[in-house]
């Protein structure tokens, strides 16, 4: 059945093509089918967003030791088991809350990663105005699928085979390699840190990500809300003004 607009994002499609995606699904499934029933969705979020605030801290301590990598890879893994597995488990247990879950669940998406990108800030791992441009970056995709939800009905959760799984497998990789050794060499550039280098990537996706997006929905919605066709004459336009100003009549006014 196609998407009723006029409820917004409370029906959507969901369209979820990264690379793991179908190998993530029966996962999460299996798992949502074993978990303890004294466990819901709303713990389970409570964990995704906890787990973001103890990366965003993770990063943050890059400054005092390394071994903060070993930290950022466990809270990694903790905000996939959450935030991954909370919409399924409703769906599995026919506990569905449309509008309540889609809201939370971005509300935490937003708070998590400024969380997580704040404390990259901090790290000294990345240069402060990366990570800020970054976050923007995000902000801005996230707005644009946000709008494209409730406009269009679609809700696009990955790009080029990238979802939020896979961007967890590299920043989880990236941290462990920058626990060992913060720098890498770029041909034509020399020598500079990874997590400057993996920004620089990022905001470049975002913003292609952006734009095709945009193109996208802006021109599938033009084809289902075309302009008239009607030509509107000068004549067209002065007999409409003047019934507009027009007095209505005694019985128009009694009424």
Same mark, same amino acid.
């Given at each position: ?13 969901? %369209? &979820?093509?990264? !690379? ?16 303890? $029933?004294?466990?819901? +969705?709303? &713990?389970?979020? /409570? ?36 935030? +991954?597995?909370?919409?399924?488990? /409703? $769906?599995?247990?026919? &506990? ?53 939800? &409730? =406009? /269009? ?14 961007? $967890? ?14 720098? !890498? ?28 997006? =945009?193109?996208?929905?802006? $021109? =599938?919605?033009?084809? /289902? ?5 009607? !030509? ?9 003004? %003047?019934?507009?100003? =027009? ?7 009694? +009424?």
């Amino acid at each position: 059945m196609a998407p009723d607009s006029t409820q917004g994002p409370a029906r959507h499609i969901r %369209e &979820h093509n990264s !690379v793991l995606a179908a190998a993530e699904k029966r996962a999460l499934v299996w798992i949502a089918g074993r978990l303890p $029933r004294q466990i819901n +969705s709303d &713990h389970l979020s /409570a964990l995704g967003l906890a787990s973001m605030v103890g990366a965003g801290l993770s990063f943050a301590a890059y400054r005092l030791s390394p071994w903060a990598a070993a930290a950022l890879v466990g809270c990694l893994a903790a905000n996939w088991f959450g935030d +991954s597995l909370d919409g399924t488990v /409703a $769906r599995v247990r026919g &506990h569905q809350r449309p509008r309540y879950g889609f809201y939370v669940d971005h509300v935490i998406d937003l708070a998590g990663s400024t969380a997580l990108l704040a404390g990259l800030a901090c790290s000294g791992l990345m240069n402060p105005l990366l990570a800020a441009a970054l976050l923007c970056a995000y902000l801005l995709v996230s707005a644009e699928s946000y709008l494209a939800t &409730h =406009a /269009a009905g679609v809700f696009r959760m990955s790009f080029l085979g990238f979802g939020p799984t896979e961007l $967890r497998i590299v920043l989880a990789a990236g941290a462990i390699k920058a626990a060992l050794s913060p720098a !890498v060499d770029v041909a034509g550039l020399g020598s500079m840190r990874l997590f400057d280098l993996g920004g620089i990537v990022a905001i470049a996706g975002l913003a292609i990500a952006f734009v095709a997006a =945009a193109v996208r929905n802006t $021109r =599938a919605l033009y084809q /289902a809300e075309p302009l008239p066709r009607a !030509v509107l004459t000068v004549e067209d336009a002065k007999d409409a003004e %003047e019934q507009a100003s =027009a007095p209505s009549s005694p019985l128009v006014r009694a +009424s």
